[in-house]
Nanobody, 125 residues
Framework: QVQLVESGGGLVQAGGSLRLSCAAS????????VGWFRQAPGKEREFVAA?????????IYADSVKGRFTISRDNAKNTVYLQMNSLKPEDTAVYYC?????????????????WGQGTQVTVSS
């Protein structure tokens, strides 16, 4: 069993940066792949980025965030980060992290067994 807690959201102006954290409880978190998703009002939850388990050697990003967002993990701290730079108003959403006991990375929500409660990111123009 893994519990996930997101933090780091907030209000930022366009062009600014935020770093989201996904802190996990439970053993062997390093063996879990972790994904970040986001959901804007009235829209479906969409994939943002994912990092594989163990050493996090596999990273994937949605096209909309490539070059602006960076996912990373610190297994010693049981935490995965999402560094978001050059933020745009269209990045406004609730951001969720999710985990799956796997060394693979996935872009779809059904692949993940554990989810956090989300953190709000609002980017003003």
């Amino acid at each position: 069993q893994v519990q996930l807690v997101e933090s780091g959201g907030g209000l930022v102006q366009a062009g600014g940066s935020l770093r989201l954290s996904c802190a996990a409880s439970g053993r062997a978190f390093s063996s879990y792949s972790v994904g970040w998703f986001r959901q804007a009002p009235g829209k479906e939850r969409e994939f943002v980025a994912a990092i594989s388990g163990i050493i996090g050697g596999s990273l994937i990003y949605a096209d909309s965030v490539k070059g602006r967002f960076t996912i990373s993990r610190d297994n010693a701290k049981n935490t995965v980060y999402l560094q978001m730079n050059s933020l745009k108003p269209e990045d406004t959403a609730v951001y969720y992290c999710a985990a799956d006991y796997s060394t693979r990375t996935y872009t779809y929500t059904s692949a993940y067994d554990y989810w956090g409660q989300g953190t709000q990111v609002t980017v003003s123009s």
